[in-house]
T-cell receptor, first 116, second 115 residues
Framework: AQTVTQSQPEMSVQEAETVTLSCTYD???????LFWYKQPPSRQMILVIR??????QNATENRFSVNFQKAAKSFSLKISDSQLGDAAMYFC?????????????FGTGTLLAVQP | NAGVTQTPKFQVLKTGQSMTLQCAQD?????MYWYRQDPGMGLRLIYY???????DKGEVPNGYNVSRLNKREFSLRLESAAPSQTSVYFC??????????????FGEGSWLTVV
């Protein structure tokens, strides 16, 4: 079974600075997808960025980028130029490429605080 | 844009009571999901529906039933609520189960407390 581990329960960053959130996962599959979701105080889950395992290039979405290390099974999220609105719980998630039980497997989350 | 709408947002139940969480999406998505989120844990899949007329168990289905009423609506029922079911419940939807080019959209969550 696949597992996702986020070893940083809480992180803090100064506004305009850069922060990196860590995520590791365990799987025996070769094809899969990885995601970072943001959960602000409103509790709605918002997709931040996704990475296809077969792509070597790291995904980027504006100020958000990932460092995907497939061999190490590591998938970290870098937030550049942090803004107050980035304060939220961030979840790393794994999803199999196919199969009958296509579902997201989430880590336990990292609570990010942004200091003004 | 409404997206995924869940009701109620907050509910307190007594042990043994039953209730239904309602979910509707207006994006013409085929697939819908119910997750629960417990403190210190990530979201876990309860049930999902690949398409209208089908439902399947996820990771933690015990104590729950679901109904895919039509393409828009997917309800979650607790027949006899237990304190262990105190959690935040999220409904989600996606165009299909396939991940390729496909985003899962979540509702805002329903906070359920069982006393």
């Amino acid at each position: 079974a696949q597992t996702v581990t986020q070893s940083q329960p809480e992180m803090s960053v100064q506004e305009a600075e850069t922060v990196t959130l860590s995520c590791t996962y365990d799987t025996s599959e070769s094809d899969y997808y990885l995601f970072w979701y943001k959960q602000p105080p409103s509790r709605q889950m918002i997709l931040v960025i996704r990475q296809e395992a077969y792509k070597q290039q790291n995904a980027t979405e504006n100020r958000f980028s990932v460092n995907f290390q497939k061999a190490a099974k590591s998938f970290s999220l870098k937030i550049s130029d942090s803004q107050l609105g980035d304060a939220a719980m961030y979840f790393c998630a794994y999803r199999s490429f196919g199969g009958a039980t296509n579902k997201l497997i989430f880590g336990t989350g990292t609570l990010l605080a942004v200091q003004p | 844009n409404a997206g995924v709408t869940q009701t109620p947002k907050f509910q307190v139940l007594k042990t043994g009571q039953s209730m239904t969480l309602q979910c509707a999406q207006d994006m013409n998505h085929n697939s819908m999901y119910w997750y629960r989120q417990d403190p210190g844990m990530g979201l876990r899949l309860i049930y999902y529906s690949a398409s209208e007329g089908t439902t399947d168990k996820g990771e933690v289905p015990n104590g729950y039933n679901v109904s895919r009423l039509n393409k828009r609506e997917f309800s979650l029922r607790l027949e006899s609520a237990a304190p262990s079911q105190t959690s935040v419940y999220f409904c989600a939807s996606s165009r299909t189960l396939s991940v390729a080019g496909n985003t899962i959209y979540f509702g805002e969550g329903s906070w359920l407390t069982v006393v």
